[in-house]
């Protein structure tokens, strides 16, 4: 595994993490064969971490319900309101069940008060484990960030393949998805239990996929851009002799070829913006 390691910084010289690294080593897990469903051993690792990220999801969303649901009821109680309606009750003289009615109320209202707390339940989460993980048992997860490049390419190719059933009318287009923000959500949170963020963060990931992608783009669209040669009647005859120099079916492959890394290209950028803010969770 040490030919994936990343190449440590030299100097003023960053050297960025490979994007052939993260594709051989996606490809090689590949062959050591898959389950019942015909799904690899990345495949269900990225798909543990989803499960993760969509775990804290349901927390973040069950959250933000009972922050909305408390705004809502408190909409008549004055913020910041410390008096007791049960000792004002007395005070003015009303009755039991007035005095009881003011009780009642001031426990409802702190009932609430403490649901609307500042808690942080992902740092929670992230402490709790941080320090179960830390332990001999789990030396091997210290190499996690290694890997985390060619989860992201294994992440790539199935929103692409789970994209592509939403144009085909068949049985499994039942499952298709376009979008699965739990694996970067859970991606995010396990860097940061396994205090790994730096580390990523040295590989300059994103950026060298960025620019692989591009360069593969630019290196297709060479052969078939009639914006690179000259224009007019001399500019078209020349294009037509650069496609004739080619079969149909190689221009075919080519122009499915330059749809495909734009593709890759595109959801690169949506990851790493959805991974961007997933982070913020856990500053």
């Not at 971490?49 to 009821?73: K, P, Q, T």
């Not at 609307?116 to 339940?121: E, H």
């Not at 396994?194 to 950026?207: A, P, T």
């Not at 495909?260 to 690169?268: D, K, N, P, Y």
Request: one cysteine or more; aromatic letters at 10%.
């Amino acid at each position: 595994m040490s030919i994936y390691l990343l190449q440590e910084t030299k100097g003023s010289e960053r050297r960025e993490y490979p994007v052939s690294r993260a594709q051989k080593l996606n490809h090689e897990v590949k062959k050591l064969g898959a389950n019942e469903n015909g799904q690899s051993y990345m495949d269900q690792f990225r798909m543990l971490i989803a499960e993760i990220g969509n775990a804290l999801g349901f927390v973040r969303m069950v959250r933000l319900g009972g922050l909305s649901y408390c705004s809502a009821s408190s909409g008549f109680v004055q913020e910041g309101k410390n008096t007791s309606f049960e000792l004002s009750s007395k005070d003015l003289g009303m009755g039991a069940d007035a005095v009881q009615a003011g009780k009642i109320l001031d426990a409802a209202i702190e009932s609430q008060n403490m649901s609307v707390d500042g808690t942080n339940y992902f740092n929670i989460l992230v402490n709790v484990f941080s320090q179960e993980l830390e332990g001999d048992e789990n030396m091997h997860l210290k190499e996690f960030v290694f890997i985390v490049p060619a989860l992201i390419m294994n992440a790539l190719e199935a929103i692409q393949h789970a994209k592509a059933k939403l144009f085909k009318r068949n049985r499994y287009s039942a499952d298709a998805l376009f979008t699965d923000d739990g694996f970067v959500l859970g991606l995010a949170y396990l860097l940061k239990v396994l205090k790994q963020d730096k580390q990523f963060d040295s590989l300059h990931w994103f950026e060298s996929a960025r620019k692989y992608f591009g360069a593969e783009k630019a290196r297709l669209e060479e052969g078939l851009d009639i914006d690179s040669v000259a224009h007019g009647l001399m500019g078209l005859q020349i294009w037509s002799q650069k496609l004739a120099s080619i079969s149909e079916e190689d221009a075919h492959n080519m122009q499915m070829a330059v749809k495909r890394v734009s593709s890759l290209l595109t959801e690169l950028e949506l990851i790493e913006f959805n991974f961007s803010g997933a982070r913020i969770f856990f500053l």
